[in-house]
């Protein structure tokens, strides 16, 4: 099938979302276990596609007062799988803005 490996590629797009819509709704979790569970798996996810992900998680500090601490905990999960190193070449914009939280 021409479209198989198009639809394949979609499905592993929804399937990203839906993990991180999940994680950030673990954040809201009552147990503090589970939220720094969900921290870690959102360091842990965002190191697949920095491009993406670093963005997502630097704005996500900065709207998001509450959960403030579990995304600077996965910023530095990140960070720790060489977040910054590996893309530093190509994401130069973003370096400041992680140090700066940091």
């Given at each position: 099938m021409v479209f198989?490996?198009?639809y394949k590629m979609l499905c592993g797009l929804l399937d990203c979302f839906i993990l991180v819509a999940v994680i950030l709704n673990a954040f809201s979790s009552?147990?503090?276990d589970?939220?720094?569970a969900a921290s870690f798996a959102l360091g842990a996810v965002a190191v697949g596609n920095l491009s993406y992900y670093l963005p997502f998680v630097?704005?996500?500090i900065d709207t998001?007062?509450?959960r403030?601490?579990?995304l600077l905990h996965s910023l530095k999960v990140g960070a720790g799988s060489c977040w910054v190193a590996a893309e530093a070449h190509s994401r130069p914009c973003l370096i400041?803005?992680?140090v700066s939280l940091i």
């Open positions: 198989e490996p198009v009552p147990n503090e589970v939220k720094t630097l704005k996500q998001q007062t509450k403030q601490y579990l400041p803005q992680c």
